[in-house]
């Protein structure tokens, strides 16, 4: 099972941030979180991801709180071809990574 | 980021018979692949792990017999659905990763199988 919760669906507007939130409070202290997207049918594409400390790369920010049981994805800037499927996940040693539901986003013009 | 690509991306098969998937790291070595298989408006649900040159190890409930895992090499993986029925029509798709890679793993496009 998912070690994950995210709420089912989110708006937000062309050019504004959009903020993903994610609880996993039963993370484990050596499983990073990770952050992925799937566009409809297409495979899942890699975000960030982040063991405790702040990440930021081209796509996203990700901030993890200090007692890492919730974590947010943040977009700066969506756009249209953000709209998609978010999926926060958590992976230990053996690679795995469970997918919960994920969070629909939709990016409104 | 790195490149797995699947092949074939679609495939229509008979009931019956058996079809398989192939999946690649194109630009790097992937000492582990998964696999995983989605059904319309679901999330991925994984199947199986395998690890090159060893056998694969299945999620509870994933029959090892009609899903057949081959990793034999460190750039190749392949899912053999045998004696394919209707309710197996699904989204197929793989991901693999290496240490090398920064613990990151990718996935491909996905293969969806239709079985007619």
């Known amino acids: 099972d998912a070690k994950t919760t995210q709420p089912p669906s989110m708006d937000c507007a062309e050019g504004r941030a959009a903020n993903l939130p994610c609880n996993h409070s039963?993370?484990?202290?050596?499983?990073?979180v990770y952050w992925y997207r799937q566009i409809h049918s297409q495979g899942p594409q890699y975000i960030i991801h982040?063991?405790?400390n702040n990440e930021t790369n081209e796509m996203a920010s990700l901030i993890i709180t200090e007692d890492r049981k919730s974590s947010t994805l943040i977009l700066p800037h969506a756009t249209l071809r953000d709209t998609a499927v978010y999926y926060c996940?958590?992976?230990?040693?053996?690679?795995?990574?469970?997918f919960g539901s994920g969070t629909r986003l939709l990016v409104r013009p | 980021g790195a490149v797995v690509s699947q092949h074939p991306s679609r495939v229509i098969c008979k009931s019956g018979t058996s079809v398989k998937i192939e999946c690649r790291s194109l630009?790097?070595?992937?000492?582990?692949m998964f696999w995983y298989r989605q059904f319309p408006k679901k999330s991925l649900m994984l199947m199986a792990t395998?690890?090159?040159?060893?056998?694969?190890?299945?999620e509870q409930g994933v029959e090892k017999d009609k899903f057949l895992i081959n990793h034999a090499s460190l750039t190749l993986s392949t899912l053999t659905v045998t004696s394919a029925h209707p309710e197996d029509s699904s989204f197929y798709i793989c991901s693999a990763g290496a240490r090398s890679s920064g613990n990151t793993i990718y996935f491909g496009e996905g293969s969806w199988l239709t079985v007619v």
């Open positions: 395998s690890n090159e040159g060893s056998k694969a190890t299945y």
């Open positions: 982040g063991l405790k």
């Open positions: 630009d790097f070595q992937a000492t582990t």
């Open positions: 996940t958590l992976m230990d040693s053996s690679y795995k990574l469970i």
């Open positions: 039963t993370i484990s202290g050596n499983e990073y």
